[in-house]
């Protein structure tokens, strides 16, 4: 070890070590022939969906009579570097757990379902050791139990209709694509995290949500969500929300094409909330907010056997009011490649970038509180992900983050992320 390094540096670099380590001893994918499945031939435990396998019988019984348990647990590790950044490691937990109830199956009624799911969070969030705005984990949360969400839906030819405790990050703003990797940014955009509280991870609230499915390639939706999704701390069990602040209307029109046969999808989406706005510099009260978002997955690449799969997404968001506003505008793009190793047909290979803008009023106000900050943020990140079996994941992940909003300056955070389904 090159004893120049920093104590941080020593530690992201044994990070990295152990992450080459990992990918080196990778298992093969079993033989196609031999994974295969038949009647005569049930799926061995590996091959299963669940690490707790069918429970003797009793988890098939149950899902023939449409309900389905479920959990997840997914726990992850980082160790961060950067001059003028406090160097050293974290870790998050999320155990989600839940069920699912096919309402066709319970008690005859067609297209219904009821889905209802609740998180228990633990560990420290790396960011607050980076000082960056766009999470270093999408999944770091202040360490608390509660439940996340609680809908039915219902599906009535082409219109769909759900209607509970939801996240509006579930409906709106999706790309699938942009889901492969750790920072919070690639998921829900910071135009949205950063300047509403509407319900998202961790954070679920009432709301409502109806898609029209128009034709084969065009899809509308539009849902409605407390504005208030309540603070996101350790009391808040899942009951802290408020209508006391109004609404947060979303829309969203979804087009999908398949050129040359490669599935693609591209959104266009905004939202209105109607809550009470601080203006940042002055203080006083004003209604309403707004913002637009475009995004688009495109596979550009499929071999005949399936695999390799090459994949290119990009997004953005603008929020134009700068008074009420930290986040201003956000720009995202990336490329992801499936099957890059005859060995690992499932893996998926990522290398994304993300940059956000700030509002040039908040800005000014922090900065005019004695807290300098950046007028932007940028996120780099490579990432894999490596399926070991229907039930578990393993992913090592590197990003860089370039003038952290907070700190004002750089890191490189090494982490990997270890899901389970049980």
Known sequence: ????????????????????????????????????????????????????????????????RGFAPYATYTIEGFGAAGKGIDDGADWTSVLEFGFDVDAQKLIGLPGGSLHASALWIEGTDPSERVGNLNAIS??????????YQLWYKQVLGPVTAKIGQVIASDDFMVSVAAA???????GTY???????????????????????????????????????????????????WSTDHGWAVFSEIAYKPKPGGLAGVYKLGGYYDTARFTDLVSGERDRGNWSLYVLGDQTIYASAEGTPTVTVFGGAGLSPQEDRNTVHYYVQGGVNVTGLLPSRPKDTLGLGATYTGFSDDFVQASRAAGTP??????????TYQAVITPFLTLQPDLQYVVDANQSRHNAVVVGIRMVATF
Do not use: C, H, K
């Not at 900050?373 to 490579?382: D, G, R, W, Y």
């Open 138 to 147: 999408s999944l770091s949360a202040p360490a608390a139990a509660r439940l």
């Open 190 to 240: 910071p135009t949205f995290t950063a300047n509403i509280n509407a319900p998202t991870y961790p954070l679920g609230a009432p709301g409502a949500v109806v898609a029209w499915q128009a034709a084969e390639v065009l899809q509308l939706q539009a849902g409605v969500y407390v504005a208030d999704a309540g603070p996101n701390d350790a009391g808040n069990t899942g009951f802290g």
């Open 1 to 64: 070890m090159n004893e120049g390094m920093r104590p941080g540096e020593r530690g992201v670099a044994a990070w990295a070590a152990a992450i080459l380590t990992f990918l080196l001893a990778l298992p093969g994918a079993a033989p196609a022939a031999r994974a295969q499945t038949t009647a005569e031939s049930p799926p061995t435990w590996a091959e299963g969906p669940a690490l707790t396998g069918d429970w003797g019988g009793v988890r098939t019984r149950l899902a023939y």
């Open 180 to 186: 492969l990797y750790f920072n919070a940014g690639f």
């Open 373 to 382: 900050v950046t007028s932007q943020e940028a996120i780099i990140e490579l």
